[in-house]
C-alpha cells in the first residue's frame, strides 16, 4: 500500500537555543550564615575565656537543672545571694559565683584591710571620747584649770599626744634636776586614773630645752635629765590609778626634739609627752628587735661571717 505523502501531517522541530544561566544568590546566604557562625563561635569562646570560674560553674549547672532559678529563685543558678548556691558545691561564697577577677586570696586581703580600716575607724573615736573627757576634766577641775595652758592635747598619726609643758613662772619639776613639782603631781595622778579608759598602750617621752649643763654633754646632760624626768612622770602616773603594764616605752630625747624650734631655749620646750599609741605605733615598737635576714654581700664568704669569734690573748 503506497503511502500518500500529501496527507502526513508535516512537524518542523525547532531548537530553542539559550544561553547559559548563573546559579543564583543561594551561596552568598550560604557564605553569610557561615561567617556568622564564625563570629558568633569566636564571640562565645571570648565569653568563656573572660569569665569567671563561678560564672563558669553557674553555666554549667544551669545546663544540669534549667529550672533551678524557678524552683529556688535568685538571678541566675550561681546567684551567692541565694541560700543554695548553684555556682558551687559548698554553702560558702568562696566556690560560689564571684566577681570577674576576683580570686579567694585578693578577697581575703580586702577583708583584711576592711577590718583594719574598722579598727582605726574605731580607736580614732575612742582617742576623741578620750579627749574630750580629759578636757572636761581640766574645765571641772579647779587646780587642773589653773594648768590649763599647760596641757596640750592633739591627735596624731601615732594616737593622742598629751603633752605638760613648763611656763616662765611655773616648771613642772625643779630646775635641773627629776623632782616634780607638788601641781605636777597632781595633774599626773588626774591623767593616769582617764588612761585606764582605753586599752592602748602608752608612750612617755622627757624633752629639755637647748640650756647645757655647766659640762656639756660629758658626765650628767640633758639626755639623762630627760630620761630621769620621764621615769617620774611614769612612776606618778602609775601612783594615779594608772596600770602599770599600760607603760610600752620610756625614753630622754633631750633637746632633740624641740616644741619652738625658732627658740631653743623658749621654757615650753621643757615638757612631758605621753601618747596614747594606737594600734600601729604599738606595732611598730613591738617588732623592733624582729630578725631582719641579710643576704652575704657579693665576694664574701658566708661561712667566714658565721665563724665563732677566737678570744683575744692577753699579752
Known amino acids: 500500500m503506497s503511502d500518500d505523502l500529501s496527507q502526513r501531517p508535516i512537524v518542523i522541530k525547532r531548537i530553542k537555543k539559550m544561553a547559559g544561566s548563573h546559579h543564583g544568590g543561594a551561596w552568598k546566604i550560604a557564605y553569610a550564615d557561615f561567617v556568622t557562625a564564625m563570629m558568633a563561635f569566636f564571640l562565645l569562646m571570648w565569653l568563656l575565656g573572660s569569665s569567671s570560674q563561678g560564672d563558669l560553674e553557674g553555666i554549667s549547672e544551669y545546663f544540669r537543672t534549667p529550672l533551678k532559678v524557678a524552683f529556688l529563685g535568685g538571678t541566675n543558678v550561681g546567684d551567692t545571694s541565694s541560700l543554695i548556691k548553684g555556682g558551687g558545691t559548698d554553702m560558702t561564697k568562696s566556690t560560689g559565683q564571684v566577681r570577674k577577677g576576683e580570686t579567694s586570696a585578693n578577697k581575703a586581703f580586702i577583708d583584711l584591710e576592711a577590718a583594719k580600716a574598722e579598727r582605726e575607724r574605731i580607736e580614732l573615736i575612742r582617742f ?29 598619726t601615732d594616737g593622742l599626744r598629751i603633752q605638760i609643758v613648763d611656763e616662765q613662772n611655773r616648771p613642772m619639776f625643779a630646775s635641773g634636776r627629776a623632782e616634780l613639782q607638788p601641781y605636777t603631781k597632781i595633774i599626773l595622778h588626774e591623767i593616769g586614773k582617764m588612761l585606764n579608759d582605753v586599752p592602748n598602750k602608752i608612750s612617755l617621752s622627757g624633752h629639755t630645752d637647748a640650756t647645757l649643763f655647766p659640762s656639756g654633754d660629758i658626765g650628767y646632760s640633758n639626755w639623762e635629765l630627760s630620761a ?16 602599770a603594764d599600760k607603760v610600752l ?9 624641740l616644741f619652738d624650734r625658732d627658740n631653743p631655749f623658749n621654757p615650753i620646750n621643757r615638757r612631758i609627752s605621753i601618747i596614747v599609741m594606737n594600734e600601729k605605733a604599738e606595732n611598730a615598737i613591738k617588732q623592733e628587735n624582729n630578725e631582719v635576714k641579710i643576704d652575704s654581700p657579693i665576694g664574701i664568704n658566708k661561712d667566714l661571717i658565721d665563724l665563732p669569734r677566737i678570744p683575744r690573748t692577753t699579752e
Open 128 to 156: 576623741n571620747l578620750l579627749k574630750n573627757k580629759i578636757e572636761r576634766a581640766i574645765e571641772a577641775n579647779p587646780l587642773l584649770h589653773r594648768f590649763k595652758s599647760q596641757l596640750l592635747l592633739d591627735i596624731t
Open 228 to 243: 630621769d624626768r620621764a621615769n617620774a612622770s611614769r612612776r606618778e602616773l602609775i601612783a594615779g590609778g594608772m596600770d
Open 249 to 257: 616605752r620610756v625614753v630622754g630625747l633631750s633637746s632633740a626634739v
